[in-house]
């Protein structure tokens, strides 16, 4: 295979999260091999934002424990947090540039035997995801070319995994509305339940129910089940004012 056909071949893998199995995990560790076989760079590793001031980067499988501290230490310092506060690519010149830029970050890549780091941005728009570091052992920085693919494939790969959440989000919000319909239908069928069995309103009955839900703190949908499947039957929630007792639903 040539390069130009592995660059492609890279694209649409960095394109296919559109699967309903879709692992994110497997996904940047094929996003860090291929960055290992396209660029001239000896490591790879993508570091994604979450809550808090400190990025998180999912580890390569079976780092070596000096990789593992250089991704730790490049958490919190480092061209990666750099890359990601400032969304454009950050890269030292040689040794000397790394330590007075980063002297937390740079004794961890000099023990672990790299030389260089450069890292990218992972943005799309105003949606900044985390940045992508490139590790090296070599004494020059990436050429351009290198630079440029590597900025390319980290586009590829934000596209992809906020395409995944997206969709995710999606079909979470699907399944919580379904969800709440079919509690609707099983509360409204306990409602009638409970009224026939008690001789009375629909509105006393629902009362009864939310008490017992909230007295017991179970679930509303749970205790309709308790009163159509299994005889359940509450007892009338105590009385209220009359503005306090008007009609839930």
């Not at 351009?144 to 979470?172: E, V």
């Given at each position: 295979m040539s390069r130009e056909q592995h660059i492609a071949r890279t694209f649409v893998e960095l394109a296919d999260t559109l699967v309903e199995d879709f692992d994110v995990i497997d996904f940047l560790?094929?996003?860090?091999?291929?960055?290992?076989?396209?660029?001239d760079v000896t490591d790879a590793a993508v570091f994604l934002a979450h809550p808090g001031p400190l990025l998180h980067s999912p580890a390569p499988c079976d780092p070596s424990p000096s990789l593992q501290r250089v991704l730790d230490a490049a958490c919190t310092e480092g061209p990666a947090v750099d890359a990601y506060r400032t969304t454009r690519s950050v890269a030292a010149a040689d040794e000397a540039e790394t330590a007075a830029r980063w002297p937390e970050f740079a004794p961890q890549l000099q023990q672990a035997g790299y030389s260089l780091a450069t890292a990218l941005p992972m943005r799309l728009r105003q949606e900044n995801i985390g940045s992508l570091l490139l590790l090296r052992t070599g004494s020059r920085p990436?050429?351009?070319?290198?630079?440029?693919?590597?900025?390319?494939?980290?586009?590829?790969?934000?596209?992809?995994?906020?395409?995944?959440?997206?969709?995710?989000?999606?079909?979470?919000?699907?399944?919580?509305?379904?969800?709440?319909?079919?509690?609707?239908?099983i509360i409204e069928q306990a409602k009638g339940v409970l009224a026939a069995r008690s001789n009375i309103t629909l509105n006393t009955a629902f009362e009864a129910l939310r008490h017992h839900a909230r007295h017991h703190r179970i679930m509303?949908?749970?205790?309709?089940?308790?009163?159509?499947?299994?005889?359940?039957?509450?007892?009338?929630?105590?009385?209220?004012?009359?503005?306090?007792?008007?009609?839930?639903?």
């Open positions: 560790h094929q996003m860090t091999v291929r960055c290992q076989e396209l660029l990436l050429n351009a070319d290198d630079l440029a693919l590597a900025q390319a494939l980290a586009d590829a790969a934000t596209i992809g995994l906020i395409q995944a959440r997206t969709i995710h989000q999606q079909h979470t919000v699907n399944e919580q509305l379904h969800t709440a319909l079919q509690s609707r239908i509303l949908s749970d205790v309709a089940q308790d009163v159509i499947h299994n005889g359940l039957t509450p007892a009338p929630a105590p009385a209220r004012s009359q503005a306090a007792a008007a009609d839930p639903e």
